[in-house]
């Protein structure tokens, strides 16, 4: 069985929020699935099936209860920034199963003006711990050795932002709007070598949902008709320590599983939202997916080749993780939500791809040089 | 030198305990399985190649070679090299970098392990030779 042209994205929501210091994680979570239903013209009652991470406050028991909702399906897998590219491939499977109908997946939290929820560990924690990982070092860890063996350069990372910041300049909510040059990025700030601080994306509070429903349900509603054709999921990490290779991600199984799925090559995808926590990761999932040869990120992203109306391979049209939006460290619902914008023609007029009628969208969640998870998702507009 | 960091005790459990009463006597244990002979870090009663429990500890010459790092800038407590090295006996592990010029770091490079000590059992680091 596949999911392929099963489940519809009836439903997208971005809260307009980067900072919201007057209101609860919980009622963000709230008010962002009451904006995906607006948006697919449903009501509450309608949900029957519900997905959250390790950012709704309490967990899905909780959460669904705040919520008011009665469903008779979910799921809270948490695989850190990309749990919503992986509800969003479980939400088709459980909607082609007919485990339900009409599904609520919701992303909310307040990093800048709330307590974050603690990493979770696992058996590793005396062996680790001690070291002081976090996401910078961790990720500046895998571009030192993509650097090392591929010659890749910090000039063709911060290409990544540059291209981010030509989009950001025209979404209104953006955090960040000023285009920035390859120059900037490189006389920013050291944070843990080799990545600057425009390297890293930025810091939010918001979130954002997304309404999955079936092919019956979504041609009775009033919006463009996006579907999921592949997707893929993968987990990835040092294993005992053997063949250590922080070059590539589980994005090397999540993306030709979701091809194969959707009948489709990279060469076939107008547009990418490619999960960009920093410039690094994105370089690294591009290979990954078969955009380009392994090593040869560096020159693929360079001089504006993610730039939309100058590049091959427009990404983060909304100016992505590191310049728009991060709500809660956890990119992966705004990758959707952006291509459902680009499948539907709704992206800013200035960025939109022209006939856009295939999209993915793609992440890792977890921290990428040591346990981490991806998910690939393949759309199409019908 | 600034003040000693404080390192956070290991917590152990029945299946590292060797682990670290082998440290505490200044020894360095990975795991080997006997079945398919492979090495691993950290231990595991089951090999996590081929799910043997015909795993024993063996004592790691603790030399190694960095595999990647990174110079983390942005600290509260100072600046910091943290990276992963691979073991003359073939696993790779993460650590930090002690008792060294963090600038002159550098992928290949030799090192050896050196224990620093918490309120228990003292911690593995790595050291250039």
Same mark, same amino acid.
Request: with cysteine.
């Given at each position: 069985?596949?999911?392929?042209?099963?489940?519809?994205?009836? $439903?997208?929501?971005?809260?307009?929020? =980067?900072?919201?210091?007057?209101?609860?994680?919980?009622?963000?979570?709230?008010?962002?699935?009451?904006?995906?239903?607006?948006?697919?013209?449903?009501?509450?009652?309608?949900?029957? $099936?519900?997905?959250?991470?390790?950012?709704?406050?309490?967990?899905?028991?909780?959460?669904?209860?705040?919520?008011?909702?009665?469903?008779?399906?979910?799921?809270?897998?948490?695989?850190?920034?990309?749990?919503?590219?992986?509800?969003?491939?479980?939400?088709?499977?459980?909607?082609?199963?007919?485990?339900? /109908?009409?599904?609520? *997946?919701?992303?909310?939290?307040?990093?800048?003006?709330?307590?974050?929820?603690?990493?979770?560990?696992?058996?590793?924690?005396?062996?680790?711990?001690?070291?002081?990982?976090?996401?910078?070092?961790?990720?500046?860890?895998?571009?030192?050795?993509?650097?090392?063996?591929?010659?890749?350069?910090?000039?063709?990372?911060?290409? *990544?932002?540059?291209?981010?910041?030509?989009?950001?300049?025209?979404?209104?909510?953006?955090?960040?709007?000023?285009?920035?040059?390859?120059?900037?990025?490189?006389?920013?700030?050291?944070?843990?070598?080799?990545?600057?601080?425009?390297?890293?994306?930025?810091?939010?509070?918001?979130?954002?949902?997304?309404?999955?429903?079936?092919?019956?349900?979504?041609?009775?509603?009033?919006?463009?008709?996006?579907?999921?054709?592949?997707?893929?999921?993968?987990?990835?990490?040092?294993?005992?320590?053997?063949?250590?290779?922080?070059?590539?991600?589980?994005?090397?199984?999540?993306?030709? =599983?979701?091809?194969?799925?959707?009948?489709?090559?990279?060469?076939?995808?107008?547009?990418? /939202? *490619?999960?960009?926590?920093?410039?690094?990761?994105?370089?690294?999932?591009?290979?990954?997916?078969?955009?380009?040869?392994?090593?040869?990120?560096?020159?693929?992203?360079?001089?504006?080749?993610?730039?939309?109306?100058?590049?091959?391979?427009?990404?983060?049209?909304?100016?992505?993780?590191?310049?728009?939006?991060?709500?809660?460290?956890?990119?992966?619902?705004?990758?959707?939500?952006?291509?459902?914008?680009?499948?539907?023609?709704?992206?800013?007029?200035?960025?939109?791809?022209?006939?856009?009628?295939?999209?993915?969208?793609?992440?890792?969640?977890?921290?990428?040089?040591?346990?981490?998870?991806?998910?690939?998702?393949?759309?199409?507009?019908? | 030198?600034?003040?000693?960091?404080?390192?956070?005790?290991?917590?152990?459990?029945?299946?590292?305990?060797?682990?670290?009463?082998?440290?505490?006597?200044?020894?360095?244990?990975?795991?080997?399985?006997?079945?398919?002979?492979?090495?691993?870090? %950290?231990?595991?009663?089951?090999?996590?190649?081929?799910?043997?429990?015909?795993?024993?500890?063996?004592?790691?010459?603790?030399?190694?070679?960095?595999?990647?790092?990174?110079?983390?800038?942005?600290?509260?407590?100072?600046?910091?090299?943290?990276?992963?090295?691979?073991?003359?006996?073939?696993?790779?592990?993460?650590?930090?970098?002690?008792?060294?010029?963090?600038?002159?770091?550098?992928?290949?490079?030799?090192?050896?392990?050196?224990?620093?000590?918490?309120?228990?059992?003292?911690?593995? %680091?790595?050291?250039?030779?």
């Amino acid at each position: 069985m596949s999911i392929k042209g099963k489940a519809y994205l009836a $439903g997208i929501y971005e809260h307009p929020t =980067r900072h919201a210091p007057d209101k609860s994680t919980a009622q963000l979570h709230a008010e962002v699935a009451k904006g995906a239903l607006e948006d697919a013209g449903l009501t509450k009652a309608d949900i029957d $099936g519900y997905f959250c991470a390790g950012d709704a406050p309490g967990g899905v028991m909780a959460m669904a209860d705040y919520l008011g909702l009665k469903v008779r399906h979910f799921d809270s897998t948490d695989t850190g920034g990309c749990s919503y590219l992986v509800h969003l491939g479980h939400a088709a499977e459980a909607i082609a199963a007919g485990k339900c /109908s009409i599904a609520l *997946i919701t992303l909310a939290g307040k990093p800048r003006t709330g307590a974050m929820p603690p990493r979770a560990t696992g058996a590793e924690v005396d062996f680790e711990a001690a070291y002081s990982a976090t996401t910078h070092n961790i990720y500046g860890m895998c571009a030192m050795r993509h650097m090392h063996e591929f010659g890749t350069t910090s000039e063709q990372l911060a290409w *990544i932002k540059v291209a981010a910041s030509h989009h950001a300049q025209y979404n209104e909510h953006a955090m960040l709007r000023e285009v920035v040059t390859v120059e900037d990025v490189l006389n920013s700030p050291m944070i843990s070598d080799p990545l600057h601080r425009m390297d890293c994306c930025v810091v939010t509070d918001g979130g954002g949902a997304l309404i999955v429903t079936t092919e019956e349900i979504a041609r009775s509603l009033k919006k463009p008709l996006v579907r999921m054709i592949g997707h893929g999921e993968a987990l990835k990490g040092p294993r005992g320590g053997k063949d250590l290779n922080l070059t590539y991600s589980a994005g090397v199984w999540s993306g030709p =599983r979701a091809f194969e799925e959707a009948g489709v090559t990279p060469k076939d995808i107008k547009y990418a /939202s *490619i999960y960009d926590s920093f410039t690094i990761t994105v370089l690294m999932q591009l290979e990954d997916l078969g955009f380009c040869k392994k090593g040869e990120g560096g020159k693929f992203v360079a001089d504006g080749n993610l730039i939309s109306g100058v590049g091959k391979l427009p990404f983060n049209t909304d100016g992505g993780g590191l310049c728009s939006n991060h709500p809660v460290n956890r990119g992966g619902m705004t990758k959707i939500i952006e291509a459902v914008r680009q499948l539907r023609g709704q992206a800013h007029p200035k960025v939109q791809v022209p006939n856009c009628d295939l999209a993915l969208a793609h992440g890792t969640g977890g921290l990428l040089g040591v346990r981490h998870a991806a998910s690939t998702c393949i759309l199409e507009r019908v | 030198m600034a003040d000693k960091p404080k390192y956070p005790t290991p917590q152990g459990n029945p299946e590292t305990k060797p682990f670290w009463d082998a440290a505490a006597q200044g020894k360095f244990l990975i795991k080997r399985c006997t079945a398919c002979g492979e090495p691993h870090y %950290f231990p595991r009663t089951l090999c996590p190649f081929c799910f043997s429990d015909k795993t024993v500890w063996e004592e790691s010459s603790g030399e190694a070679e960095i595999y990647t790092f990174s110079r983390m800038r942005k600290s509260a407590t100072g600046p910091y090299a943290i990276g992963y090295v691979t073991l003359k006996e073939g696993p790779s592990l993460l650590t930090n970098f002690v008792d060294c010029d963090m600038d002159s770091l550098k992928i290949g490079q030799k090192v050896k392990v050196v224990f620093k000590p918490t309120d228990g059992a003292p911690l593995p %680091f790595f050291t250039p030779v």
